[in-house]
């Protein structure tokens, strides 16, 4: 049964699967959304007097599904805004069992990943078992993609983040089993977060709460032959797989069905990228990238690899082009932009911590071989990120031409960069043109395109 949550957000929609696979799947771009609630759940009022010690103040149903149902609400404690999503117990036997759903729900609580959704809480009121879960405002891959194809940098990013995501889970012996673009959320500063682990199993383990034979075996367009198998133990090269389809949905805007075609002869994208999904889509599970890691790395070859019978790259614009200067942590994002701006001509020092910016640009000033400009990302989760990089760069030089590069198009220093000691700003994804005329504006004089 399937379980659609719409966020009080009006940009953000996502969409749980939980139960059997149903004879008359949804489409693969509907995601679950064909499904009807079957049950009455409690009022936000109601659920808020059931929580314990009023931990949680529910002030709306954001959605729900046959299975269960999730509430937008803050945490009282800590006052952090959250989800609630809570079960009902009488949907098979494995909820009826306590102490599996709470080793299971610790599992799932333990994962502290950037690019994973946190679960904060879990317990059992009334009927129910409930899981506390990190809100985000944002929007999800499944709306995205209804507005059309998304910009190939914007596509590395994604796919990148969430194979980072994959890595870490699979490492915890978790597979997600549900991978699709209704369960990758994007947050408004660009932030990507794969949510609902409600499906995950334990490889590394034979019995658990969720690896039971009549749970749901994901969504039919992305679910992995094997999984339709019930005599295979699944592992995480079903997350490959999944992976694989929705990077070529973000490539295509269609799912592969039958005997599908290559992304660059459907949609005439990047034939480099050709090699790296029809390894994810092998039906041979043993023929596939052997993990997220490889995955990644995958892309990251494919991207350093000459196009062939591509015509040559033309030589860099004479000296005095300028140097530029970079932070940005995404690195195939960082990859695509340095290349673009070394064939307008630019010597590109690239760097992924805003602290090695910093130490970068100043040890430039010492040597007298300044940088005529520098692109910071706002967003740095594990590291200094752009603005407090300013920062320090202004201390050292008041005259640094810094451009701010968010993908939170709300954040003060996008909207008004001056007042934040930026001479720019520019909003992700990009393309090459915009990216052009921004560093123009910024060091006042033409580039060599």
């Known amino acids: 049964m399937d379980l659609i949550v719409q966020a009080a957000h009006p940009r953000m929609r996502r969409f749980f699967s939980f139960g059997r696979r149903p004879s008359n799947p949804p489409s693969a771009s509907a995601g679950a959304a064909g499904w009807q609630p079957v049950q009455t759940y409690p009022a936000p009022v109601e659920l808020t007097r059931m929580m314990p ?196 949905q973000m490539l295509t805007g269609q799912v592969p069905r039958g005997a599908w075609q290559p992304p660059s002869v459907l949609a005439g994208t990047d034939p480099r990228l050709d090699a790296v999904i029809v390894r994810a889509l092998m039906p041979d599970r043993q023929q596939r990238h052997p993990n997220a890691a490889a995955f990644k790395a995958a892309l990251h070859g494919a991207l350093t690899v000459p196009i062939q019978g591509a015509p040559p790259v033309p030589p860099p614009a004479p000296a005095g082009a300028g140097r530029l200067l970079i932070l940005e942590d995404d690195s195939l994002l960082r990859q695509i932009i340095a290349r673009q701006l070394r064939a307008a001509g630019f010597e590109i020092t690239e760097t992924e911590d805003g602290a090695d910016t910093v130490r970068a640009y100043v040890d430039a000033l010492v040597a007298k071989r300044p940088f005529d400009a520098v692109l910071l990302d706002l967003s740095i989760p594990l590291g200094m990120g752009g603005a407090e990089a300013m920062r320090h760069l202004l201390q050292a030089d008041p005259g640094v031409r810094g451009i701010v590069f968010s993908g939170d198009r709300e954040h003060p220093a996008v909207l008004q960069p001056a007042a934040h000691g930026f001479a720019a700003a520019l909003a992700k994804p990009c393309d090459s043109e915009t990216l052009h005329a921004t560093v123009r504006q910024v060091l006042g004089r033409p580039l060599a395109v």
């Open 53 to 248: 010690d009023g931990s949680c103040v529910l002030d709306e149903m954001i959605g729900m599904g046959g299975m269960g149902a999730v509430y937008r609400g803050r945490q009282v404690r800590l006052d952090r805004a959250v989800a609630v999503k809570i079960l009902h117990r009488s949907h098979g036997g494995e909820y009826a069992y306590p102490e599996r759903f709470q080793r299971e729900a610790q599992a799932l609580a333990r994962m502290s990943h950037p690019n994973i959704v946190a679960v904060h809480d879990f317990g059992m009121v009334g009927d129910y078992l409930y899981y506390v879960m990190e809100y985000l405002d944002g929007t999800d891959l499944h709306r995205l993609l209804a507005q059309g194809r998304p910009p190939l940098a914007q596509t590395l990013h994604v796919i990148s983040s969430v194979c980072d995501a994959l890595d870490y889970a699979h490492s915890q012996g978790l597979v997600h089993r549900d991978i699709k673009p209704a369960n990758i959320l994007i947050a408004a500063d660009g932030r990507v977060k794969v949510a609902d682990f409600g499906l995950a199993k334990r490889f590394d383990q034979n019995e658990t709460l969720l690896t039971r034979t009549n749970m749901t075996l994901g969504t039919p367009d992305y679910a992995a032959p094997e999984q339709y198998n019930t005599s295979t133990q699944i592992d995480h090269r079903a997350d490959i797989y999944a992976l694989g389809v929705v990077f070529y």
